[in-house]
């Protein structure tokens, strides 16, 4: 199909039909290209793209293709590919949130019954974001990526996204799918969040760091922060070029990470590093901020709440189980910040970002009847087949109080309470026991140092549990 027509064609359906349903009979028929469908021109293919270092709007840069076998084979566009799950939420501008997360206030984009399944195409916010130049065929079109390879729902949130104004120093970045509502979920409940697969749905991730964000950021001043010096701020504070106002001026950097043979693949001059993907959505929620509103500060998508949120706990991939008290009713649920791998701690600011498709079943637990465990009920509380999984937040309201508290020393010592409440209540140990043991056996690690509120997670060994 010629692609003016093409892209007139999608116009004219899109208007007709609405965004979500027209998506749908383009996942149905596979008929129009990506560009067609988000009202771009397409990008002519390109031969490279693979683990370079590029300044966050991209340059032409050389490599290797992100993708093997035929072009397109490895992508997911919205609705297509097997849908694992008894419903699917797409991403789509006017119904995404882009930088915050639903309030108590919010209204659902879908209302499930507890105990079924959902499956949900989930979009990275790196390759659109403004200091990247909001243009995902051109940013991943220089690094080689085929305008076939790149997201349409990407390419349509970028350019048609208006449902709030976007402020790239103040919003977050996430592009937040949902809420969902569970049904029978009331405030004192927990919502029980299975994810039963997570997939890339692109062969090839982004890793970034921004300037005043990230593990080595400089503080305002510049200064460095406490136990490094001015020279050691990562990314250098003499490329930072804030001032300017113009994202893509800012001097961040962002390292294109490929996938191959199911691991992300980085260069550095004539080094190649692989290391393993874990996939998992670095954001499950719940609504928790009481604000009106969509865009108030105590929505804000980068600080992790007792709604869960921006949790960053990379054990939450396939096969995990996420435990969230429920705030309003229908607990209304959603996703975002999808991460294709991440070590503990988030150090450079992101994780291997890329976009994935989940599927999740989601259960609403009643106090009393056994299944959650006790502290769930007040608290975020995770577990997977080997390890029970407890939680600390530096600040758990979030931005709620005006401010935000980044105490790693205070995230510890609630996930250590938090356990030796699960261990006593749940598990009927003695709690004086409890804290020997977790000494002993348990291990407690940095979930992430980059979201405001800093988090830490324990491992409880299950197998210690005959």
């Known amino acids: 199909m010629d692609d003016a027509v093409g892209q007139q064609a999608a116009e004219v359906l899109a208007d007709g039909l609405g965004r979500r349903r027209f998506m749908g009979v383009v996942a149905a028929l596979g008929t129009l290209s990506a560009a067609s469908v988000a009202g771009a021109p397409s990008a002519p293919a390109a031969a490279p793209g693979g683990g370079v270092v590029v300044p966050a709007k991209a340059p032409d840069a050389p490599?290797?293709?992100?993708?093997?076998?035929?072009?397109?084979?490895?992508?997911?566009?919205?609705?297509?590919?097997?849908?694992?799950?008894?419903?699917?939420?797409?991403?789509?501008?006017?119904?995404?949130?882009?930088?915050?997360?639903?309030?108590?206030?919010?209204?659902?984009?879908?209302?499930?019954?507890?105990?079924?399944?959902?499956?949900?195409?989930?979009?990275?916010?790196?390759?659109?974001?403004?200091?990247?130049?909001?243009?995902?065929?051109?940013?991943?079109?220089?690094?080689?990526?085929?305008?076939?390879?790149v997201l349409a729902d990407a390419v349509e949130i970028a350019a048609g996204y208006r449902r709030t104004q976007r402020r790239f120093d103040v919003d977050?970045?996430?592009?937040?799918?949902?809420?969902?509502?569970?049904?029978?979920?009331?405030?004192?409940?927990?919502?029980?969040?299975?994810?039963?697969?997570?997939?890339?749905?692109?062969?090839?991730?982004?890793?970034?760091?921004?300037?005043?964000?990230?593990?080595?950021?400089?503080?305002?001043?510049?200064?460095?922060?406490?136990?490094?010096?001015?020279?050691?701020?990562?990314?250098?504070?003499?490329?930072?070029?804030?001032?300017?106002?113009?994202?893509?001026?800012?001097?961040?950097?962002?390292?294109?990470?490929?996938?191959?043979?199911?691991?992300?693949?980085?260069?550095?001059?004539?080094?190649?590093?692989?290391f393993p993907l874990r996939p998992f959505m670095g954001m499950m929620g719940v609504a928790?901020?009481?604000?009106?509103?969509?865009?108030?500060?105590?929505?804000?998508?980068?600080?992790?709440?007792?709604?869960?949120?921006?949790?960053?706990?990379?054990?939450?991939?396939?096969?995990?189980?996420?435990?969230?008290?429920?705030?309003?009713?229908?607990?209304l649920f959603y996703v975002g910040d999808p991460h294709m791998g991440m070590g503990d701690g988030e150090v450079a600011l992101t994780a291997m970002e890329g976009s994935l498709r989940g599927t999740f079943r989601l259960t609403v637990c009643k106090p009393g009847s056994g299944d959650a465990p006790s502290v769930a009920y007040s608290y975020p509380f995770a577990e997977t087949k080997d390890a029970w999984i407890p939680i600390g937040l530096s600040d758990p309201d979030g931005l709620a109080g005006g401010g935000v508290s980044s105490d790693l020393d205070v995230a510890m010592r609630r996930a250590v309470v938090n356990a030796l409440d699960f261990l006593e209540h749940d598990r009927g140990m003695d709690r004086a026991i409890a804290y020997a043991y977790l000494s002993a056996a348990a291990d407690f690690a940095i979930s992430q140092v980059v979201d405001r509120t800093v988090g830490v997670h324990g491992l409880i060994a299950k197998a210690h549990f005959g």
Do not use: C
């Not at 206030?105 to 879908?110: E, K, L, N, R």
């Not at 998508?301 to 709604?307: A, D, H, I, R, Y």
């Open 172 to 274: 977050g970045p996430h592009i937040v799918t949902g809420p969902i509502a569970v049904e029978g979920a009331e405030p004192g409940d927990v919502l029980k969040i299975e994810t039963l697969d997570v997939v890339p749905r692109v062969p090839y991730g982004v890793v970034s760091s921004r300037h005043g964000k990230g593990g080595l950021a400089s503080l305002p001043g510049p200064a460095a922060p406490a136990g490094i010096t001015l020279d050691e701020v990562m990314p250098p504070v003499a490329t930072d070029n804030r001032a300017s106002g113009v994202p893509t001026d800012y001097g961040n950097v962002s390292v294109f990470t490929r996938i191959e043979k199911g691991k992300g693949v980085m260069t550095s001059g004539d080094m190649e590093v692989r």
């Open 288 to 331: 928790f901020a009481e604000a009106e509103g969509l865009t108030a500060p105590e929505a804000n998508s980068v600080p992790p709440t007792l709604g869960g949120g921006n949790i960053d706990i990379r054990h939450l991939g396939a096969g995990s189980t996420f435990y969230l008290p429920v705030r309003p009713p229908g607990g």
């Open 63 to 149: 490599g290797r293709p992100p993708g093997q076998g035929r072009p397109g084979a490895d992508i997911l566009q919205p609705g297509q590919g097997r849908i694992k799950g008894d419903s699917y939420l797409s991403s789509t501008p006017d119904e995404v949130l882009w930088g915050y997360v639903p309030t108590v206030h919010a209204t659902p984009v879908m209302t499930m019954r507890s105990g079924r399944t959902v499956t949900i195409d989930a979009l990275s916010h790196e390759g659109i974001l403004e200091d990247q130049g909001r243009d995902p065929l051109e940013y991943f079109g220089s690094l080689g990526v085929g305008s076939s390879s």
